[in-house]
C-alpha cells in the first residue's frame, strides 16, 4: 500500500525566515509526486507534479524537488499570504488515484 | 474559466438521513473523482470515474455510499443512513484527457451528522 509521511506537522515562520517542508514516501512504481496547498475550508490548490528523481520545478517562492524517497518543498522568504496546510500526494504507476500525507501546516508571522 | 463546482458547500443532517452531494467537473475533463477529508488528515480515495464508468472504488466505500456519473458529465455521491462517522469534507476532483494524472479540486462539501 502506498504511504505518504509528511514533516514537520506544522511550522510557524518569521517573515522572511526560509524553511523547508518534508514528503517521504513508498509507492509501487511512481507516476508522479503531486504538492497541493489547501487554505481552511477550501479545496487543495493544485501547485506542483514532479515525475523523476533530480526534478524541481519552481513557482515564486516555492521550490519542489524529488529524490527516490522523499520531496522537499523549499520556501523562500515567505510572506504571511504563504500561511496554508501544504500537502504532498503520489501517484502509482497502476493507477490514478492520490494517496497523501496528513499535511504541513505553516503560518507565517508578520 | 470555471474550475469544479460541488453543490451543497454544508450539509446539516440528523444520523440515519439521506444525503447526496452534487460535482460538476471542469469541462471536457473526462475523469471525475471523490475523496473524503476529516480534520486534520488529507483527502483519502474514495472512488472514480472515467466517463460514465465507474472505474475504481476504495475499501471506505462502504454499502451505504453509491456514487454515479450517468451522462459522463456531473456526478453524484449519496450517502445512505448517515453516521456520525460520515461527518467530514467530501472532495470532488478532475482531469482532463491530455493530463490525466494532473487533479483539480473543487471547494468541498463539508457534511455535519448531528
Known amino acids: 500500500e502506498d504511504q505518504v509521511t509528511q514533516s514537520p506537522e506544522a511550522l510557524r515562520l518569521q517573515e522572511g525566515e526560509s524553511s523547508s517542508l518534508n514528503c517521504s514516501y513508498t509507492?509501487?512504481?511512481?507516476?508522479?509526486l503531486f504538492w497541493y496547498r489547501q487554505d481552511p475550508g477550501k479545496g487543495p490548490e493544485f501547485l506542483f507534479t514532479?515525475?523523476?528523481a533530480g526534478e524541481e520545478k519552481e513557482k515564486e517562492r516555492l521550490k519542489a524537488t524529488l529524490t527516490k524517497k522523499e520531496s522537499f518543498l523549499h520556501i523562500t522568504a515567505p510572506k504571511p499570504e504563504d500561511s496554508a496546510t501544504y500537502l504532498c500526494?503520489?501517484?502509482?504507476?497502476?493507477?490514478?488515484?492520490?494517496?497523501f500525507g496528513a499535511g504541513t501546516t505553516v503560518t507565517v508571522r508578520a | 474559466d470555471t474550475g469544479v463546482s460541488q453543490d451543497p458547500r454544508h450539509k446539516i443532517t440528523k444520523r440515519g438521513q439521506n444525503v447526496t452531494f452534487r460535482c460538476d467537473p471542469i469541462?471536457?475533463?473526462?475523469?471525475l473523482y471523490w475523496y473524503r477529508q476529516t480534520l486534520g488528515q488529507g483527502p483519502e480515495f474514495l472512488t472514480y470515474?472515467?466517463?460514465?464508468?465507474?472505474?475504481?472504488k476504495s475499501r471506505l466505500l462502504s454499502d451505504r455510499f453509491s456514487a454515479e456519473r450517468p451522462k459522463g458529465s456531473f456526478s453524484t455521491l449519496e450517502i445512505q443512513r448517515t453516521e456520525q462517522g460520515d461527518s467530514a469534507m467530501y472532495l470532488c476532483?478532475?482531469?482532463?484527457?491530455?493530463?490525466?494524472?494532473?487533479?483539480?479540486f473543487g471547494p468541498g462539501t463539508r457534511l455535519t451528522v448531528t
Open positions: 476532483a478532475s482531469s482532463s484527457p491530455g493530463r490525466p494524472h494532473e487533479q483539480y
Open positions: 509507492v509501487s512504481g511512481l507516476r508522479g
Open positions: 514532479l515525475y523523476s
Open positions: 500526494a503520489v501517484q502509482a504507476s497502476n493507477d490514478y488515484k492520490l494517496s
Open positions: 469541462s471536457e475533463h473526462n475523469r
Open positions: 470515474f472515467q466517463n460514465e464508468a465507474q472505474l475504481e
